[in-house]
């Protein structure tokens, strides 16, 4: 048994046996499994690489690997690199790249039923997650996705890329968490941008042609960026959904793919998740989601169960004819229409409703205007629930709605708080109808209404605010209720 010790970060020291405890072995290096000693004497598993390559390009990648030590659910933690000078003539030094040490079994390999680890043990969860994935890829795939975002955020809010997302450096581990691991071709976005743009002959590029951006597969390091990791997740998605990747074939012909073709969509049956790939995955990086967390947001917005899609060319004969349902509703002698003809004209507006509401709600910008359009005209036509998002997108962010409002008034070119005269008038106009159609029930959007009158006059605010309360109370709303009986106390 030889246990070699390696002295760590502040005052802990790492052990493992090189002749017994070997994960594995590659061209770089060998994996041992050691532990990590604490000052207060508690033991922790690692991983721990040693590096057999000792190029200089090698030891730069490794020490830039083990800088990214970010503590995240869905990012394999890294606990630095260690360099142990030999006393020997020629004065060696041996690298060492100390990481959280994972149990568990690749996502490429979950996904295709290889379900045992290299010791042939089928951990619990992950039986259970191949399961889920079988009988429900889409949703499954979804939640994937969700957690490989939320590790790809964290790496770009350190101002780190990954370049290299795919199912080979996803873990699904044995207690129920999906890591990304391998940062060895990632890079500090900021470094990356202060070289000069340098394309590499087409083809030569770092990382997987199959999931790789037309960016990173150009070699233009000058535009590799979070635009970058945002397609590769895409393509992640696709693979999840579909169970393949959209391009097959030699290299050269991914290549080329990726670089001029559309990735092949009909083949996933959400329209909703068709929609958020098809931006992920576009060649232009503009046309991109901006950035992780948006897709993230994206994903997020996704209604299950899936509301029907109508094809919004089809729009103006659409609204006429919820125009003329609602007419139908209200006028003298409407009423008198058998009880089922009814019913069926109020599921026909609420379908119209549900329909818009799920654009209005998306973070996609084109997607927002056409539910805001369709919106406008079910409040124009005096909808109540419509007439409340109307005035809702009119009035100003109140705190706690930043996400749900925010992405809606960016894509409609409007204010965010009320520095607006003319859209101060219409949120009021709005509001002021929402409140008057509902006989005071939407109490939402009458304590958006009292805003615009805190200050000029406070009684009848405190008139706004006490039927709120009494609304919130009768409609269960505890959170509401509380909120506003505080604002009353300082009134």
């Known amino acids: 048994m030889s246990t070699i010790r390696l002295q760590g970060e502040k005052r802990c020291y790492y052990e493992f046996d090189n002749e017994k405890n070997i994960l594995g072995e590659g061209g770089m290096g060998v994996v041992y499994l050691g532990k990590r000693v604490a000052p207060n004497g508690t033991e922790t ?84 997650f191949y399961e889920e994935y079988t009988n429900d890829r889409n949703r499954t795939a979804t939640n994937v996705v969700k957690s490989i975002l939320s590790g790809v955020m964290a790496l770009h809010d350190a101002g780190f890329i990954h370049r290299d997302i795919d199912p080979t450096n996803i873990m699904v581990t044995s207690d129920g968490k999906i890591k990304l691991i391998d940062f060895g071709i990632a890079k500090k976005l900021l470094k990356m941008q202060e070289q000069k743009s340098e394309l590499t002959t087409p083809g030569q590029f770092i990382g997987k042609a199959e999931y790789a951006a037309p960016e990173l597969i150009l070699g233009d390091t ?11 997740v895409g ?40 929609d958020i790939i098809q931006k992920a995955t576009e060649k232009k990086q503009g046309m991109r989601y901006a950035s992780s967390a948006l ?71 084109d997607s927002i205007k056409k539910g805001f359009e369709g919106m406008l005209t079910l409040a124009e036509a005096g909808y109540p629930d419509a007439i409340k998002e109307v005035a809702m997108t009119y009035g100003p962010i109140l705190k706690g709605e930043e996400v749900l409002l ?65 609304e919130a109370e009768k409609a269960g709303d505890k959170e509401m209720k509380t909120t506003v009986e505080s604002l009353m106390k300082d009134l």
Not at 47 to 59: F, H, P, Q, S, V
Not at 222 to 232: A, C, E, K, L, P
Request: with cysteine.
């Open 45 to 128: 598993k690692v991983a721990i690489k040693e590096l057999k390559i000792k190029e200089t390009e090698i030891i730069e990648r490794a020490r830039r690997e083990a800088s990214i030590q970010l503590n995240n659910d869905n990012l394999v933690r890294m606990f630095g690199m260690i360099e142990v000078e030999q006393k020997d003539a020629l004065r060696t030094i041996d690298y060492y790249v100390i990481s959280e040490y994972l149990e568990g079994v690749m996502l490429d390999d979950v996904i295709e039923g290889k379900l045992e680890n290299k010791d042939g043990v089928v951990y619990p969860y992950i039986k259970q």
């Open 295 to 365: 897709f993230r947001a994206a994903i997020d917005n996704i209604i299950y169960p899936e509301p029907r899609r109508y094809n919004f060319k089809k729009i103006g004969a659409i609204a006429a004819a919820v125009l003329l349902v609602i007419c139908l509703l209200t006028i003298p002698g409407g009423k008198d229409q058998p009880e089922e003809e009814q019913a069926v004209a109020v599921d026909t507006v609420k379908m119209q409703y549900d329909l818009y509401f799920s654009e209005l709600t998306s973070v996609i910008p």
């Open 235 to 274: 393509v992640l998605y696709y693979q999840l959904v579909t169970g393949h990747v959209p391009f097959e074939g030699s290299k050269y012909d991914v290549i080329e793919c990726q670089l001029h073709k559309k990735l092949p969509l009909g083949e996933i049956t959400s329209w909703q998740i068709r």
């Open 406 to 470: 925010g992405a809606r008034k960016k894509a409609l070119g409007l204010k965010e708080d009320d520095s607006s005269k003319s859209q101060n008038e219409t949120a009021i106009k709005w509001l002021t109808k929402a409140v008057e159609v509902s006989d005071s029930a939407n109490y939402d959007a009458l304590y958006h209404l009292s805003y615009y009158y805190v200050d000029k006059d406070n009684k009848k605010v405190k008139r706004m605010w006490q039927k709120v309360v009494e």
């Open 222 to 232: 000058r535009h590799q960026n979070f635009y970058t990791d945002v397609y590769s």
